[in-house]
């Protein structure tokens, strides 16, 4: 993603202050961490990356994204990438049919995690990939807090 790690940091420093990126347009803010071998964890506060579709289509080449994005507004977002792919797309809280090359396929998947907010787009997430994200984990961990282009 061109992105430039400035520091070391945990979760609490991470999405402590809960103000986030104040610029729109400016540079994005956001920390990464190793979830497991296969798997990396970006998190972001109060953010534009779950919007940057350029920047996580490239983060998609040769591998998977996972992306679960809620906005100021309250819009929900959804998002499985592979090679540039959308595999599924949708808000959970939105009535509106997921869409993606594997939207069908993975439609009893959706129904089986059952609500429509960010806890459900975590437990889908942890469906997918196969790794539990708890908040002991997110706590325990080190970020790379780390500073990429605008996402323009």
Known sequence: ????????ILWQQMVGAGDGERVSGGPLYFGVTRL???WSLVVEDNGRLGEADELLKALSVGSTVVCLYRALDGRQRFLVLEDEITQLEFD????VAPTGVRAGELAPVIKAVGGSGVEAGFALAERLTGVPVELSVLEESTYRFSRGPTGQ
Do not use: S, V
């Open 36 to 38: 497991d071998a296969d």
């Open 92 to 95: 959970p809280r939105a009535k």
């Open 1 to 8: 993603m061109g992105a430039k790690e400035l520091e070391r």
